[in-house]
């Protein structure tokens, strides 16, 4: 079974500008989740989403979203990015089918903003 | 609010030696525990998990310690080796369904010497 995938691997932006961050999640998998992950913050929960809809949220501004498709793959977007942007984004996907679900993790998008 | 870290930034281990990786929550309120393994341009991988009610599990040449009353996790990695070289996280979880939010802790680096 194919892991979980995500486009692009690397990703170099200025500021001011957008970005969309593409991941499919294992076959089956109807949660995504995604995290950022920086050096001086770590992994940080940025949002959940299942059956099309966000259903948590973690504490980034509103410049974050994302989306999910009924195929159950999911895009997170950045808008006006900031230097501070600049992070390796991680996408996570699960069962959802019990109160804990293992959670695989795809091998990110390397976000550099210039 | 609910925070997990890490006592140790880096450890250096000599092949074959156990190791230990330590690991501190807040939130008395989690009810999984995770260990992941993250190598360089790789994304989390899942070790091995325990639940709130138990206070050991043991996998493949690891074992994981719980201690609720100190509120501390502790990875254990039976005869180290090369590969087992890379950056650990524990992860904690709440018992809610419906939420897939994994809150990290900071990382320890383990370098295996030769």
């Known amino acids: 079974k194919a892991g979980v995938t995500q486009t692009p691997r690397y990703l170099i932006k200025t500021r001011g500008q957008q970005v969309t961050l593409s991941c499919s999640p294992i076959?089956?998998?109807?949660?995504v989740s995604w995290y950022q992950q920086t050096p001086g913050q770590g992994l940080q929960f940025l949002f959940e989403?299942?059956?099309?809809?966000?259903?948590n949220k973690g504490n980034f501004p509103g410049r974050f979203s994302g989306r999910q498709f009924s195929n159950s793959r999911s895009e997170m977007n950045v808008s006006t990015l900031e230097l501070g942007d600049s992070a390796l984004y991680l996408c996570?996907?699960?069962?959802?089918?019990?109160?804990?679900?293992?959670?695989?993790f795809g091998p990110g998008t390397r976000l550099t903003v210039l | 609010g609910e925070s997990v870290g890490l006592h140790l930034p880096t450890l250096s281990v000599q092949e074959g030696d156990n190791s230990i990786i330590n690991c501190a929550y807040s939130?008395?309120?989690?009810?999984?525990f995770i260990w992941y393994k993250q190598e360089s341009g790789k994304g989390p991988q899942f070790i091995i998990d325990?639940?709130?009610?138990?206070d050991k599990r043991q996998g493949q040449r690891v074992t994981v310690l719980l201690n609720k009353t100190v509120k501390h996790l502790s990875l254990q990695i039976a005869a180290t080796q090369p590969g087992d070289s890379a950056v650990y996280f524990c992860?904690?979880?709440?018992?809610?369904?419906?939420?897939?939010?994994?809150?990290f802790g900071t990382g320890t680096r383990l370098t295996i010497i030769p």
């Open positions: 325990i639940r709130s009610n138990m």
């Open positions: 992860a904690e979880k709440g018992s809610n369904f419906g939420n897939e939010k994994l809150t």
């Open positions: 076959s089956g998998h109807r949660s």
């Open positions: 989403y299942f059956s099309e809809t966000q259903r």
């Open positions: 939130n008395s309120a989690s009810d999984y």
């Open positions: 996570a996907s699960s069962l959802r089918q019990s109160s804990y679900n293992e959670q695989f």
